[in-house]
């Protein structure tokens, strides 16, 4: 039987309460990710990266299904991506974005004008070849 702490809780309703709503945005950022297209994890030889704004996405589930679209805004606090042309018309006349949330996309091109995330993306696969070869903590 492996050692816990027993100060943290492992009830089912407490763990969602800490993990899902009451987390850090540093910790609600890495939690929006969204699997890459197939020709996308060819190429670059990750599953699945973090949406960032200027990402173009298509649109897997839902009523908006098959909607290819840029990336405008991504909500960490609420853990939704907002994509260009989903939009409705409030009663008032106004135009909205509708809240996606990005499971439920797919990364079809990246916005690599960010020289750290084309490190992270280096630094990931490198990872990626390492598990592949078998190595890792104490040659398992």
Request: aromatic residues 2%.
């Amino acid at each position: 039987m492996g050692r816990y702490d027993r100060a943290v809780t492992s009830q089912p309703r407490k763990v969602r309460k800490r993990q899902v709503y009451r987390a850090p945005l540093h910790v609600k950022s890495k939690q929006l990710v969204a699997p890459l297209s197939d020709e996308l994890r060819r190429e670059l030889g990750v599953k699945r990266l973090r949406v960032r704004t200027n990402d173009t996405v298509l649109i897997v589930r839902g009523s908006f299904k098959g909607h290819e679209g840029r990336v405008v805004k991504v909500d960490v606090k609420k853990g939704r991506i907002y994509v260009e042309g989903v939009t409705r018309v409030r009663s008032d006349g106004r135009e909205v974005h509708i809240p996606i949330h990005p499971s439920k996309v797919v990364i079809t091109k990246l916005d690599l004008s960010d020289e750290l995330r084309k490190r992270i993306i280096e630094r990931r696969k490198a990872g990626v070849k390492i598990e592949a070869t078998g190595g890792g903590v104490g040659g398992q």
